[in-house]
């Protein structure tokens, strides 16, 4: 039987990354465009051309930690303010699910989304939403195996809220990885190449999902996969709670 985990509450400190972005971002830029230039004049396949795939791959991999880093430390320094409204879970669930198909494609990852009858809506900022769920996501086809699955799914809770679950075929969590799986860096063994990333995406979506008043948790069994649960105030109970 899976058991339930309530991670510890992870932190960082803010940090200075804002003051310095444009510094270190001009120089990489540059790089990668020079790398760019010089790998076109190579014929694919080459092992020249191998050589400044890699200088490009590298750069994009610095790019994204920085803007990681850089979400993190708004985040943390309470610059990140949510703009709280009705959010209908169906097209925002599509629209995550069609951006990230080809990438679980390539992984050989299938991709499922399961909604409830009916129409379902959730108190929360939906572009902050959208990238919990895509953080997740990526997470759930990184951590998986060949020919495993996805599948995101919401139901309503009796108490009001919204339970949105992301549940993966993969590796799965023992008791102490699912304590930390929220902490930043937290790269665990085993991800899938194909959609690597910088072990900073939970944590954003740790604090983006505090940040709306909701909780997120962590259902996991090693070797059996994991589920990844976001709980939002539904309309009808932050309505109830308006009155």
């Keep these: 039987m899976a058991r339930k985990h309530r991670s510890k509450t992870p932190c960082m400190e803010p940090s200075l990354l804002a003051q310095f972005s444009h510094e270190l971002r001009t120089p990489l830029l ?27 791959g590298a750069g994009r991999y610095v ?11 708004r985040l943390d320094a309470g610059q990140v303010r949510p703009q709280v409204a009705d959010v209908e879970l169906s097209s925002l669930v599509a629209e995550c699910v069609g951006m990230l198909t080809p990438e679980a494609s390539t992984a050989g990852v299938w991709l499922y989304s399961r909604a409830p009858e009916g129409r379902s809506m959730v108190r929360a900022d939906r572009r902050h939403l959208k990238q919990v769920l895509l953080n997740l996501l ?39 990885r699912a304590r930390e799986v929220f902490a930043p ?3 665990l063994p085993g991800a899938n190449r194909v959609a690597a990333g910088t072990g900073i995406g939970l ?10 008043h909701g909780d997120i ?27």
């Design 138 to 176: 990526v997470n759930a086809i990184k951590y998986n195996r060949k020919n495993g699955s996805v599948t995101i799914s919401w139901q309503a809770q009796p108490e009001g809220s919204l339970r949105l679950s992301v549940t993966d075929t993969g590796i799965g969590l023992d008791a102490q």
């Design 217 to 243: 948790q962590v259902d996991s069994t090693p070797g059996r996969g994991a589920t990844f649960h976001v709980l939002l105030p539904g309309v009808a109970q932050a309505a109830s709670g308006a009155a």
């Design 185 to 187: 860096f937290n790269r």
């Design 63 to 73: 790019l994204q930690l920085l803007d990681d880093l850089l979400e993190a430390a």
């Design 30 to 56: 540059t790089m990668l465009g020079f790398g760019e230039l010089l790998g076109r004049q190579f014929p694919p396949g080459s092992e020249q051309r191998d050589y400044t795939d890699h200088i490009g």
């Design 203 to 212: 944590y954003v979506a740790w604090k983006l999902v505090r940040a709306m």
